[in-house]
Nanobody, 123 residues
């Protein structure tokens, strides 16, 4: 599975961005796709995850209620809609694909990774 993340940029606090993760290769509806982020000088952290087929997502406490992960079934793309952005959301965001029907928040459980897209939130 190859992943291509895009949609990052510079936004003011309180603004919104939508990240995209386009996938190619052999994907399965029961597998999971997640978003992670890594801020400068910090460890990578889990953001959100959902099944490749779409449906309900699971979120970290820091983004719950502000971010939404989704997939349009006609597209091989998963989105991360980010609203009410805060300066602490500044990070490189990565999408990742897990070849399992069980989701986790651990990055090392995800086999395939996109290249990352930078989100900068100014105060």
């Amino acid at each position: 599975v190859q992943l291509q993340a895009s949609g990052g940029g510079l936004v003011q606090a309180g603004g919104s961005l939508r990240l995209s993760c386009a996938a190619s290769g052999r994907t399965f509806s029961e597998h999971y796709v997640g978003w992670f982020r890594q801020a400068p000088g910090k460890v990578r952290e889990f953001v959100a995850v959902c099944r490749w087929r779409g449906g309900s997502g699971h979120y970290s406490d820091s983004v719950k209620g502000r971010f939404t992960i989704s997939r349009v079934n006609t597209e091989n793309t998963v989105y991360l809609q980010m609203n009410s952005l805060k300066p602490e959301d500044t990070a490189i965001y990565y999408c990742a694909y897990r070849t399992s029907a069980v989701w986790t928040t651990r990055g090392y459980d995800y086999r395939f990774w996109g290249q990352g897209t930078l989100v900068t939130v100014s105060s």
